[in-house]
């Protein structure tokens, strides 16, 4: 059954570190999304990508975030450098349908700043 | 004000009773998601739906435009149904916080 990646499943830094994330979706999937959940709330959308075009990318702290996916396909996240607040969950989820339709999430990257 | 709201937000419940979570929202959808998310992290979409009532096994959606209003049902609830419900709008780019279900065997 096809599945969304991600990797790192965890990673732990120090702050000020650069960090990356990636993030494979669904093979054919035009719709990509990047997610950050803090524990306790629900997800919030950092950037959402049709093919290898941002979509959305008003929620992406822009003076140390990054996303890109440059062919499309896969995609990477990049945080540099890290803040203590940036611990979280990065989710990646995937859509065949615009946006429109159900998104398939990956198992998501467990991110810890010490 | 959140432009979607869910409660309650934490449900302790013993195995086999009918379980009720709702989400109200502000906007104006064209469709409404439910999601489960267990304790690993995992997100599973539930359902999506942008008129009244979804059924898929023990889970039961359904949805008032009108009033903006959606409820969860879950009947014969189950230790395993233990998890986060959240609640999406908006092709699931607004989120409610989600409720936190515990089923005790």
């Known amino acids: 059954e096809a599945e969304v990646a991600q990797s790192p499943r965890y990673k732990i830094t120090e702050k000020s570190q650069a960090v990356a994330f990636w993030c494979d979706p669904i093979?054919?999937?035009?719709?990509l999304y990047w997610y950050r959940q803090i524990l306790g709330q629900g997800p919030e959308l950092l950037v959402q990508?049709?093919?290898?075009?941002?979509?959305?990318d008003s929620q992406l702290p822009k003076d140390r975030f990054s996303a890109e996916r440059l062919k499309g396909v896969d995609s990477t996240l990049k945080i540099q450098p890290a803040e203590l607040g940036d611990s979280a969950m990065y989710l990646c989820?995937?859509?065949?349908?615009?946006?429109?339709?159900?998104?398939?999430f990956g198992p998501g990257t467990r991110l810890t700043v010490l | 004000k959140n432009e979607v709201e869910q409660s309650p937000q934490n449900l302790t419940a013993q195995e086999g009773e009918f379980i009720t979570i709702n989400c109200s929202y502000s906007v104006g959808i064209s469709a409404l998601h439910w999601l489960q998310q267990h304790p690993g992290g995992g997100i599973v979409s539930l359902f999506m739906?942008?008129?009244?009532?979804k059924k898929h096994g023990r889970l039961i959606a359904t949805i008032n435009i009108q009033e903006k209003h959606s409820s969860l049902h879950i009947t014969a609830s189950h230790p395993r149904d233990s998890a986060v419900y959240i609640c999406a709008v908006r092709y699931q780019l607004i989120w409610g916080a989600g409720t936190k279900l515990i089923i005790k065997p």
């Open positions: 990508f049709q093919d290898e075009s941002v979509v959305d």
């Open positions: 739906l942008s008129s009244g009532k």
């Open positions: 093979s054919g999937h035009a719709t």
């Open positions: 989820a995937s859509s065949s349908s615009g946006g429109a339709g159900e998104q398939f």
